[in-house]
């Protein structure tokens, strides 16, 4: 597990490299988008970066790599609007992330479908405050159930990789 100690250069070209990843993740979706008829549901795949981040460098990184990512796209692709609902989301999804985590209590899947949800709960809080209205939370179930599919794929495909890769996942996985 690299650290901050370690070489600083080879650090920051890791976290580097990986908001450039999250980034191309968050483009290619943006490109491809999935039609599952509720706005702003999205697979988020740039969590795969995230997750990875999380787990390998630890909070701190992926705090960086996920603002990082959400501030880039939000100057290149998707304005301010974007941004801030990527990043009330975004990083409500890490912090709670990070939190479960540390508790040791929830495997990467579960810590990933937890990101998934809390994720669509910060946006639309976002949007209900932005809007002045709380009917938006009539989308809350589907969003949920989309938070809880796609967070469980993200999952399993970070927990693969990082498993394939051999960084410090434990073989026992708490169930989620």
């Given at each position: 597990?690299?650290?901050?100690?370690?070489?600083?250069?080879?650090f920051?070209?890791?976290?580097?490299l990986?908001t450039?990843?999250?980034?191309?993740?968050?483009?290619?979706?943006?490109?491809?988008?999935?039609?599952?008829?509720?706005?702003?549901?999205?697979?988020?795949?740039?969590?795969?970066?995230?997750?990875?981040?999380?787990?390998?460098?630890g909070?701190?990184?992926?705090?960086a790599?996920?603002?990082?990512?959400?501030?880039?796209?939000?100057?290149?692709?998707?304005g301010?609007?974007?941004?801030l609902?990527?990043?009330?989301?975004?990083?409500?999804?890490i912090?709670t992330?990070?939190?479960?985590k540390?508790?040791?209590?929830?495997?990467?899947?579960?810590?990933?479908?937890a990101?998934?949800?809390?994720?669509?709960?910060?946006?639309?809080?976002?949007?209900?405050?932005?809007?002045?209205?709380?009917?938006i939370?009539?989308?809350?179930?589907?969003?949920?159930?989309?938070g809880?599919?796609?967070?469980t794929?993200?999952?399993?495909?970070?927990l693969?990789?990082?498993?394939?890769?051999?960084?410090?996942?434990?073989?026992?996985?708490?169930?989620?």
């Amino acid at each position: 597990m690299l650290s901050p100690n370690s070489s600083k250069a080879r650090f920051i070209s890791f976290i580097a490299l990986f908001t450039a990843l999250a980034m191309m993740f968050s483009y290619i979706e943006a490109l491809f988008p999935i039609n599952v008829g509720v706005p702003g549901a999205k697979l988020g795949i740039a969590n795969l970066a995230i997750i990875f981040v999380l787990y390998s460098f630890g909070a701190k990184p992926a705090i960086a790599v996920n603002v990082l990512r959400i501030a880039m796209n939000g100057l290149l692709f998707s304005g301010i609007f974007g941004m801030l609902f990527s990043l009330a989301g975004g990083l409500l999804s890490i912090f709670t992330m990070i939190a479960l985590k540390r508790t040791g209590l929830f495997s990467i899947i579960g810590v990933s479908i937890a990101g998934g949800v809390v994720h669509n709960v910060g946006q639309l809080l976002t949007a209900a405050l932005l809007i002045s209205n709380v009917r938006i939370f009539l989308y809350f179930p589907f969003l949920l159930f989309f938070g809880l599919i796609s967070g469980t794929i993200i999952g399993v495909i970070s927990l693969l990789v990082l498993r394939r890769l051999q960084f410090m996942i434990p073989q026992e996985e708490p169930s989620v």
